[in-house]
Structures are given as C-alpha cells and as structure tokens.
C-alpha cells in the first residue's frame, strides 16, 4: 500500500491511572513525524482512576472522523485484560492484531467479592477467534524490570513498534516519548527498548 493510500485505526483500552491517553497523544505525535494526518480521541468511563479508558488512534493521508467504527480497529492495545476484551468485541477488524498486557486491574466489585474476574486464559481464547495476530505479555513486570513500573503504557508502545505494524520506525516513537514525557526518561526509554525487543522476538516467531 502506498503512503497516500494507507489509513490505520488503532484503539488503546485500559482503566484509568495506566497512561492511556499519554500513549495515544505519544503514538500521535510520532505519525506527524511521520508525514501522516491523525486524529484522536479518548473515550472514559467512569470519570475516577479505575473506570475504562478507551482511545480512539486513526492514522492516514485523509483522515477526517476522529472515532473508529466498530470493527474496524486494525490494532487493539489493550492495557489491561478485560478491556482488551471488551475493546476487541467491539472493534477489532477480523484478523487484526492484538497486543495484550496480562496483568489484570481488579474492580472495586471484584476486590469487595460482589463480582468474579474472567479467567484470562477464556478472555484470550474469546480475542483468538477475531485476531489473526495476539501478542501477550506481563508489561507490568517488564516495566517494573526497567525501573519504573508505571511504565507499562510505554512498553506495550515498544511492542507495538517492534512488532513491524505500524507504518514508521520505532525510532520515531523514541523521539515522541523524549518530547512528551519530561520525567523519568531514562526508565521510560529502557520500557520502550524492552517492549521494541519483544515485539522484535514475536514477529519473528510470528514469520
């Protein structure tokens, strides 16, 4: 596809405190470097940290809506289990790629014993029947091994970069987070790098 032509829609989903909406104005501001138009939006739940956080990521030449249809998400970033799900339900395009963090964000309900979290493993066998690629890992953990374990959000962009799906190198992201994120830089840049080597290691396993 050439450049003028390609249009990519991304959804990031998670809860509130995981970065969602830094990630998104980060993936944003590198698809600028890029060349490219984007538009984005976030979409909250409940208004606290811990209600879900859905943003709409839409990169192109000419890209006028700032929300992405249903079912037509190419990529799905999901930050946090359950609203992987929830987001690959409701948008994801059949075939399209998934990047899932596995550490689940327990709700008030769950924690309280009202309610009972999903088994991860049904969850990932529910977003294998839409996706033609998933990718998982524990970026909680990775990003506790960089330094600083809030940085899951800047992981999983790492993998996202490493996994060859977006239409620019990673290099362009590295810039983004550089610009975007004034505070511990050092332990960001390591959770990108370590997420970019496992969406290295993926894809070729993938291929």
């Known amino acids: 596809m050439k450049k003028s ?15 969602n909406v830094k ?10 470097k890029a060349g490219y138009k984007v538009r984005i939006s976030d979409v909250y739940g409940i208004a606290q940290r811990g209600g ?3 943003s709409h990521i839409r990169i192109g030449q000419e890209i006028y809506g700032s929300l992405v249809e ?19 339900a409701k948008f994801l395009r059949v075939g399209g790629l998934v ?3 596995t550490r689940p964000i327990y709700p008030v ?10 088994d991860v493993g049904e969850m990932l066998s529910a977003i294998s029947k839409v996706a033609g690629w998933v990718i998982t890992l524990d970026a909680t953990e990775v990003a506790k091994d960089s ?28 810039d983004a987070i550089k610009e975007n994120i004034p505070r511990f830089l050092e332990e960001n840049l ?8 496992i969406g290295n290691m993926k894809m070729k396993n993938q291929s």
């Open 5 to 19: 032509e390609l249009e990519i829609n991304i959804i990031i989903s998670g809860v509130g405190g995981q970065g």
């Open 23 to 32: 990630a998104a104005q980060i993936l944003g501001a590198a698809a600028i």
């Open 52 to 54: 879900p956080v859905v």
């Open 70 to 88: 249903e079912n037509k998400a190419d990529i799905v970033l999901g930050l946090e289990p359950m609203e992987a799900l929830r987001a690959v």
């Open 99 to 101: 990047i899932m963090n």
């Open 109 to 118: 309900e769950v924690n309280i014993g009202k309610a009972v979290y999903p």
């Open 147 to 174: 330094g600083l374990p809030i940085a899951s959000n800047i992981v999983m962009l790492g993998v996202l970069a490493g996994s060859g799906a977006l239409p620019f190198e990673a290099e362009l992201l590295r």
């Open 190 to 197: 390591r959770a990108f790098d370590a997420g970019c080597s």
